[in-house]
């Protein structure tokens, strides 16, 4: 099984079928019962890894050359079909293939995507080392400084999912001019939302900061002001990058980002490395050197649009009716994705009301943590990639589903205990790393057990979460996050209330990702969920479309 990219496309030039599946190796048909079902039903849909990815077409389009092709394919026997199947090297998971062989595959086909989602944790990881070593202050100010620039950020998540989904849709259909559209909107929507972010941060980026800290961390809210106003400057390429890279994912092409992605990472290294310790910008010049980066990497990811004859640089201003499907497409997953960020929001705030030393400490310990949670995003991408056709595909298989499943979480068990240990040891055997000062080391090893339960259980998380969004269970994975949110907000405040201190907040962050998981492992093993329900009206499947 070749499985190098996350988006797949059963599209093919030359033949047209209901049900043929095809991959990069071979195609293979069905009998000719079902072509005759195809001349009965005007439209067809063709057997794809990912159900955005939907061809549909007229029967009085197809040329007279490609019907010809059809009628051969039909007159093709139905004996010959196991011996094709076996010669398909595995295009789909195989209910007889071994767990090994399967985890094998999900590996290879996540571990390119990996680097997509470590560039960002890395910036912040690499500006919080380089912090450390200077002033414990501003190392502070770092904690509510991202937190308003990248958490804020999460609030226009929804730009990538209707990105990813409309155009991995217009492909499908061959429509490269709804693709221009669809990119040009979207781009338009990210312009307007960077300016918008930008005038804020200006406007009440110190009055926001003051608010979250507290007015008696003047030393603490100045630094980290400064740090947001020069981030600020990048929120334009910020949402406008998010909307190329998306569109390149949902070209097949994850290379380009990548790349992209990798020389943002290098020169924020440098140039945090330059400003900060041999000019002594301090926070100053961490935050230049994070803005330089987003631009550039927003000017790379425009720049490959073109490679692949779309102009990244075109706009047009969405419809009332294009913007409200927009919203529709991603408004449960932005309630889920919000709550997540409202939460790791109120760890920072709490951990700001302890003191410098303890909220110092916390930055490090929340970036070494989301650098290592973030290589369980892979088998999120996986399940949504995969289980779409397993569950409401044209060829269905809910028993193939569920072993997927199962080496999914397997290989997040074993993911999560490796990046437990590694993630647990950086922190408590090389502290100096990030700070030399012993106080904050020694807030650091308070939270070192709360800190590596969390991380441990995060990959699985991932891995259900994802196949929860490829069966469309929207309504309950939005509605559940809600619900962890609220008792697990509660449970801090019981917890800081109490003078457990930062532990207390670790603590918490435990009981949430462990309350994620359980509940999301029972929803799946229901015998009424989707995994083993035959009734897909249930999770109102309908036109089928990508998350």
């Known amino acids: 099984m070749n499985l190098r990219t996350p988006f797949h496309y059963s599209y093919h030039p030359n033949f047209r079928t209901t049900n043929t599946k095809f991959s990069r190796n071979s195609i293979f048909p069905k009998p000719a019962l079902r072509i005759l079902e195809l001349k009965i039903n005007p439209i067809f849909i ?18 007279p050359i490609e019907e010809e092709r059809e009628e051969n394919v039909a007159a093709v026997e139905e004996s010959h079909l196991p011996e094709e199947i076996a010669e398909n090297d595995g295009q789909e998971f195989s209910e007889n293939e071994s767990l090994w062989t399967q985890m094998v595959e999900i590996a290879k086909f996540s571990g390119p995507a990996v680097g997509l989602w470590i560039c960002g944790p890395l910036m912040s990881l690499i500006d919080t080392a380089v912090i450390g070593q200077g002033s ?55 312009l307007a939302g960077g300016f918008l972010m930008l005038f804020f941060t200006r406007l009440y980026g110190p009055w926001a900061l003051a608010g979250f800290m507290g007015a008696n961390r003047a030393d603490v809210t100045t630094a980290a002001n400064t740090y947001v106003q020069i981030r600020g400057l990048a929120w334009p390429a910020v949402l406008i990058g998010w909307v190329a890279q998306s569109a390149s994912l949902g070209m097949k092409d994850s290379w380009g980002p990548l790349k992209a992605l ?16 041999f000019l002594g910008y301090g926070i100053a010049g961490a935050a230049w ?15 490959a649009l073109s490679s692949k004859g779309y102009n990244g640089f075109a706009i047009s201003i969405p419809s009332p009716d294009e913007l409200l499907d927009i919203f529709k497409l991603a408004a449960p997953v932005f309630v889920t994705m919000m709550s997540k960020v409202a939460f790791y929001s109120l760890l920072v705030y709490f951990a700001t009301s302890m003191g410098t030393k303890t909220v110092a400490a916390h930055q490090v310990m929340i970036q070494v943590y989301c650098m290592c949670s973030v290589f369980g995003e892979p088998l ?3 399940a949504q990639s995969f289980m779409p056709a397993m569950i409401y595909g044209a060829n269905r298989n809910l028993a193939k ?9 397997i290989i997040g068990a074993l993911s999560g205990l490796i990046l437990g240990s590694i993630g647990t040891c950086v922190p408590w055997l090389f502290p100096k790393i990030f700070s030399p000062d012993p106080e904050v080391i020694q807030e650091m090893h308070k939270v ?3 800190y590596a339960l969390a991380l441990c259980i995060t990959p699985s998380t991932h891995s259900l979460e994802g196949t929860l969004l490829a069966g469309r269970d929207l309504k309950f994975i939005s509605m559940s996050m809600s619900g962890i949110f609220c008792v697990g907000t509660l449970v801090l405040l019981l917890l800081s209330k109490g003078g457990y201190g930062l532990t207390g907040c670790w603590s918490t962050l435990v009981a949430f990702q462990w309350a994620r998981f359980s509940i999301a492992l029972w929803r799946l093993t229901k015998r009424n969920g989707i995994l083993y329900s035959e009734d897909l009206t249930r999770f109102q499947v309908g036109k089928l479309k990508s998350i």
């Open 136 to 190: 414990s202050v501003e190392l502070a100010a770092l904690g509510p400084g991202t937190v308003f620039c990248d958490y804020t950020s999460y609030v226009f998540m929804f730009l990538s999912i209707a990105t990813s989904n409309l155009v991995a849709t217009s492909l499908a259909r061959q429509d490269k001019n709804e693709v221009q559209h669809q990119i040009s909107i979207l781009l338009f929507i990210g």
């Open 46 to 63: 063709s057997n794809c890894i990912s159900p955005s990815h939907e061809v549909t077409r007229s029967i009085d389009q197809i040329p």
């Open 262 to 277: 990798a020389v943002a990472t290098a020169i924020n290294g440098i140039g945090d490395i330059v400003l900060c310790r």
């Open 448 to 450: 070192l057990i709360p």
């Open 380 to 382: 999120s991408q996986t």
């Open 401 to 409: 589903a569920r072993t997927l499943l199962k080496s999914l979480v």
């Open 289 to 303: 050197a994070t803005m330089v980066s987003q631009v550039v990497a927003a000017y790379m990811m425009v720049k």
